[in-house]
T-cell receptor, first 111, second 116 residues
Framework: AQRVTQPEKLLSVFKGAPVELKCNYS??????LFWYVQYSRQRLQLLLR??SRESIKGFTADLNKGETSFHLKKPFAQEEDSAMYYC?????????????FGQGTILTVHP | GAVVSQHPSRVICKSGTSVKIECRSL??????MFWYRQFPKQSLMLMAT?????????EQGVEKDKFLINHASLTLSTLTVTSAHPEDSSFYIC????????????FGPGTRLLVL
């Protein structure tokens, strides 16, 4: 069964410091990987997806199939980046659209 | 932008009663809606996939007779928690996949259910 692991429940950095939120997945086939973000008192929203290979709000994530990782990175964290971040896996085929989420990492960026 | 609403936002009910939660796509049609459950400080767990005009498909371990899902139109799916018990207390979140862009899905704000 597919599994998504985010080893850090909490991550604290200072403003301007680099940040990396780790995500490892276990899945056979060619899944699609996502990062979702949930700001305080807001709904879950898509941050980025690996197939688009784009940078959103300064965040990037590279899919490493060898290490089965999809770590989220930002070179200079901002206070407004403080939020809950979820890594998610979506299989294809008949299960297209079904997301398996990691446990989430709460990022706190201190001034 | 695509907006998904849920009603009610929170509900408190007595044990043994049934509770209906609505998920609506406000400005787009959704052929598929997903229902998730989130326990405090835990991740979202997919409960079921709701397809317009057909029966929902449930994930392993989710009781279909307990959690009734109806997707009667392209903009509305309902989740009914039947004979609710305190262990059903949770945060229920839906998401909707647009008919015109099936590569994405938009999440609702969630419904907090407390069963006394």
């Amino acid at each position: 069964a597919q599994r998504v692991t985010q080893p850090e429940k909490l991550l604290s950095v200072f403003k301007g410091a680099p940040v990396e939120l780790k995500c490892n997945y276990s899945y056979s086939g060619s899944p699609e990987l996502f990062w979702y973000v949930q700001y305080s008192r807001q709904r879950l929203q898509l941050l980025l997806r690996h197939i688009s290979r784009e940078s959103i709000k300064g965040f990037t994530a590279d899919l490493n199939k060898g290490e089965t990782s999809f770590h989220l990175k930002k070179p200079f964290a901002q206070e407004e980046d403080s939020a809950m971040y979820y890594c998610a896996v979506q299989p294809g085929g008949t299960s297209y659209g079904k997301l398996t989420f990691g446990q989430g990492t709460i990022l706190t960026v201190h001034p | 932008g695509a907006v998904v609403s849920q009603h009610p936002s929170r509900v408190i009910c007595k044990s043994g009663t049934s509770v209906k939660i609505e998920c609506r796509s406000l400005d787009f049609q959704a052929t598929t809606m997903f229902w998730y459950r989130q326990f405090p400080k835990q991740s979202l767990m997919l409960m079921a996939t709701s397809n317009e005009g057909s029966k929902a498909t449930y994930e392993q371990g989710v009781e279909k007779d307990k959690f009734l899902i109806n997707h009667a139109s392209l903009t509305l799916s309902t989740l009914t928690v039947t004979s609710a018990h305190p262990e059903d207390s949770s945060f229920y979140i839906c998401s909707a996949r647009p008919r015109t862009n099936e590569e994405t899905q938009y999440f609702g704000p969630g419904t907090r259910l407390l069963v006394l």
